[in-house]
């Protein structure tokens, strides 16, 4: 649970890394356009991503 979350906490650090230098600021793509959003995509993939490592991990 500790990975999953510190990845959760990691995904939302980098996207809003993403939103900052990449994210559209004009209305064309809403969705990056909205710091939270991207924070809040971030964090479902890392905790996504650490889910998958966490259940293969347990299968071996």
Do not use: R
């Amino acid at each position: 649970m500790k990975v999953i979350l510190t990845s959760m906490l990691c995904g939302s650090i980098l996207g809003f890394i993403y939103w900052y230098y990449w994210g559209c600021y004009w209305g064309v793509f809403p969705f990056s356009a909205e710091c939270w959003a991207n924070c809040v995509l971030g964090a479902l993939m890392g905790g996504f991503i650490a889910s998958i490592y966490e259940e293969n991990k347990e299968l071996k």
